[in-house]
């Protein structure tokens, strides 16, 4: 079982987050620990959802299969978002108006990093395992990943300037989609992870077409945007195989 890493991970980084923010450490030592319940129910529950439904990791490689995983981390995210907002609201960390932002951010946030991290994960898990050989498909792969590390860093970093803020975040469309139906799922969801995190640490940072002077509603617009280009590129890539 991997319950427990996770209630310690999650745990751990609330800790963290809650101790540099100047929270009594009794106060943050119980939401962290209501959080953490929270992230690990919320884990298991589509753990054993997806078991029962879809029993073939591999068969995410179907278009009806990943709708189906979707809508369980839909589900699931419910726990670990109603559970932490509540938590933090009620030890007044945050006020009970700001309650259903708060929620709708966190749940947004869980589903999106499930939606990038999982099918990494899925598409790398066999690969390790086989004998790593240097041939020419890798050279492509690797400039693939130099082209979306330039494109995400241009329009997500503001490495170059692009009048329309509004045109700017799907100019990396098109390289994913290339990398959709040339590359496999492995290399794909690879690109997608790499392109999301350097939109992430760019939005974080105050950069980027997203970033606004909150930045729980930077964050929230990047996570709908995020996890609907996601869900549209995965599902080509279903379609196409």
């Not at 030890?91 to 932002?101: E, G, L, T, V």
């Not at 170059?160 to 290399?187: E, G």
């Not at 995190?197 to 980027?208: D, F, K, L, Q």
């Amino acid at each position: 079982p991997i319950w427990p890493g996770i209630m310690l991970g999650a745990f751990s980084v609330n800790m963290i987050v809650f101790l540099s923010h100047q929270i009594d450490p009794s106060v943050a030592l119980n939401v962290s620990l209501l959080i953490s319940t929270g992230n690990t129910l919320s884990a298991l529950t589509g753990y054993f959802l997806l078991k029962k439904i879809v029993r073939d990791v591999s068969a995410l490689e179907k278009v009806k299969y990943l709708f189906i995983f979707t809508s369980i981390i839909l589900c699931a995210c419910l726990i670990s978002s109603t559970i932490g907002a509540t938590a933090v609201c009620a030890a007044k960390i945050i006020s009970w108006d700001q309650y259903f932002i708060i929620w709708f951010t966190w749940w947004l946030g869980d589903v999106t990093g499930i939606l990038i991290v999982t099918p990494l994960l899925l598409s790398w898990v066999n690969y390790l395992k086989t004998k790593w050989q240097w041939n020419k498909k890798i050279i492509e792969i690797l400039l693939l990943y130099g082209l979306i590390f330039v494109a995400s860093g241009l329009i997500f970093c503001d490495w170059a300037f692009v009048h329309s803020t509004y045109i700017k975040p799907y100019l990396i469309i098109p390289l994913l989609l290339y990398a959709a139906f040339y590359f496999d799922k492995r290399t794909l969801t690879t690109a997608i992870t790499l392109s999301f995190s350097i939109a992430i640490w760019g939005t974080v940072n105050g950069y980027g077409s997203f970033a606004s002077s909150s930045i729980n509603d930077s964050l929230l617009s990047l996570q709908i945007y995020i996890s609907t280009v996601s869900l549209t590129i995965l599902t080509l890539k279903a379609t196409i195989n």
